[in-house]
């Protein structure tokens, strides 16, 4: 048994027990190397010989027995050398024997049944112990939090506060958008678009829904101009707590086909917008500790397809890029991200494209997209793929083999669904 107790105070000539142990273990040295331990003296004038040597008139103990007893061997020669200056070599003899012998004969170990054990540090090895339990437990309830939240209904988030942003919300899934924040009771509604005449469409909407919206041309690709119109929304309807990057062009041709304009206007609204955007708003969000960054991509981020490598790179960069960010984000109280993946949706701006089997995989509706992205807004779901069958398509790219995968997208004619494609006209 191990105790911990206050020192013990032990009256005892010092002096002399060093020297009984000293001359102990003299005599059992002698006896076990005989000549080839060298003496010194203990005390006593010394005097110089013939050869001129130092020698002493009082011989008690050998010399090994002032060296310290440590591994360090030639810290041993040392003391040697520095108490025998022009010694001969029988000191070294000496403690090479003696090293090899303790190599071979087992040592004699320190009873420790008498002792009392002082251990410290034992806080350190408890906060060890504990991380090295704790953490495996740890994933292990988040992942049953994660599922119970699947069947079980969950508190939504209070919208009746948030000031919304939406980028591209004139049309498609943006308009969807601003409805259905609307809806969900969002105090204000701000949206930023190219085209006028959507805009207007689509805020007249919403303020028939009772909601306040405005809305501000601004082409997000341009940074200037993002800066800029990001001061006149704060000027005119306050501090946006909700920002919802929805803004994204495509090309829809091959790298060789594709113009080098048109690949840098993909990267610059698809990708750049997103940084511009969040820069713009997400200081403010940080000093009041309430916000919260939405990226409307798509699943093409993680699966590309052909025909349209200015929309996948820039989508695989969005997400890449909110990856990251929602990882800074993790230590800010009050500010979160959220990323949406949805599957093909049936909007202009990808009007043309065929799957093989759209019976098995039809193309998600606006209106969908919308609502459940709004309701992982409320959820703070960090990530959203559409339809739930994505999560298999991410595991199988994962672990198949790249000859299995392009039988499967040969198979669902992922090669050719773009050879349709028109766009938004």
Request: glycine letters at 8%; aromatic letters at 6%; charged letters at 20%.
């Amino acid at each position: 048994m191990i105790l911990v107790m206050p020192p013990l105070r032990v009256d005892v000539n010092v002096g002399q027990a060093l020297r009984s142990i000293s001359r102990e273990r003299a005599r059992r040295q002698s006896l076990l190397f005989g000549g080839l331990c060298p003496t010194v003296a203990s005390e006593g004038p010394s005097r110089a010989t013939p050869s001129g040597s130092c020698s002493t008139t009082a011989i008690t103990q050998p010399l090994p027995a002032l060296i310290p007893r440590s591994p360090s061997l030639p810290v041993s020669f040392l003391v040697l050398f520095a108490s025998r200056p022009g010694g001969d070599a029988r000191p070294i003899i000496y403690l090479v024997a003696k090293a090899a012998v303790g190599l071979v004969l087992p040592a004699k170990l320190r009873d420790l049944s008498r002792e009392n054990v002082l251990i410290t540090g034992g806080t350190v090895v408890w906060k060890w112990l504990g991380a090295l339990v704790g953490f495996p437990l740890q994933i292990i309830y988040l992942v049953a939090k994660a599922a119970v939240g699947l069947v079980l209904p969950a508190k939504l988030r209070d919208l009746s506060r948030e000031n919304v942003l939406i980028t591209g919300g004139g049309r498609g899934i943006g308009r969807q958008l601003a409805r259905e924040f609307a809806e969900r009771g969002a105090r204000k509604i701000v949206l930023w678009g190219r085209t006028e005449k959507c805009l207007k469409e689509t805020t007249e909407e919403i303020r028939q829904m009772g909601t306040e919206c405005h809305y501000f041309i601004c082409d997000v690709g341009n940074r200037e101009e993002v800066y800029q119109t990001a001061k006149a929304v704060r000027e005119k309807v306050g501090d946006i707590t909700i920002l919802v990057n929805n803004a994204a062009v495509v090309h829809g041709k091959s790298l060789m086909d594709s113009d080098d304009d048109a690949l840098l206007k993909s990267q610059h609204i698809n990708t750049l917008g997103q940084f511009w955007t969040t820069k713009a708003f997400l200081p403010r969000m940080l000093e009041l500790q309430n916000g919260h960054i939405v990226c409307l991509n798509s699943v093409l981020a993680l699966s590309a397809i052909p025909g349209a490598i200015d929309y996948c790179t820039s989508k695989a960069s969005a997400f890449a890029f909110m990856e990251s960010l929602t990882l800074g984000l993790l230590d800010c109280p009050g500010v979160s991200a959220t990323t949406v993946l949805p599957f093909h949706t049936s909007t202009e701006m990808f009007q043309g494209m065929r799957v093989r089997f759209p019976n098995l995989f039809p193309p998600l509706k606006p209106e969908t997209v919308a609502r459940r992205t709004v309701e992982a807004v409320q959820l703070n779901q960090a990530l959203l793929l559409l339809p739930w069958t994505m999560h298999a398509l991410i595991i199988l790219k994962s672990i198949l083999p790249q000859a299995a995968l392009e039988e499967i997208y040969r198979f669902s004619g992922t090669y050719t669904c773009m050879n349709t494609f028109k766009g938004r006209t």
